[in-house]
């Protein structure tokens, strides 16, 4: 299962309809507590600060003010977007706001070295292939935008393969790949050119393993 350690508090000044369903549950599945304003304040002082405010864009104007510096705010608008004008806004998504949208800016926003796209771990057997040869491996990790592969073949950082493997009811997918990092024994594939089908499928394949269904 993902790691369920809350590593950042988020703060929600926005009704449950401007999220799509499950996003604020996935939210805590990948490391983001997420509170109503009236449960932080009860807790506050174990938790100080909150990394980010999850603002629907109609409750700008009803955020106070603590005296402290600026907490980041995301701002859930409508299809316009927000203009700019309020400089404690640092990124606008469109309700109803879903999981990958939401992550990929919640990472810009608050970690040092940010991901694009939610990961789980998995165990899945896949088939390498290269130069004529195949051989068996399995994905340890899996993203919408490559995975961390156990193989016994030594691979060459910068190294070019292809890799196929099966998820539930999408049946086999193949990606044209590059080794593009070593976390020994293992190594982390990009994607290439990855179909919008592909994508989907493999988005679908995360958010279930995320709600354990």
Known sequence: ???TTH???LVSHAPPAAFAPMT???LGRL???VLEPDDFAKCEGEHGRPDCLLVDERNLADLEDDGGPPVPVVALTGRHGVTGADSRIVGALRRPVGIHALYRVLQ???????RSVPRVPTHIPATCSRDGSRWSA???ML????CLLRTPAPLILGSRLELSFALPRAGNLEFESEVAYQLVPDVGLIFDAVSPDARRCIGEFVTEA???F
């Open 143 to 146: 993203s919408e935008n490559g």
């Open 1 to 3: 299962m993902p790691d």
């Open 210 to 212: 995320l709600t354990g």
């Open 138 to 140: 399995t994905v340890l």
């Open 24 to 26: 604020r549950t996935l």
């Open 7 to 9: 590593r950042r508090l």
């Open 31 to 33: 490391g983001y507590a």
């Open 108 to 114: 810009q926003v608050l970690e040092e070295t940010p």
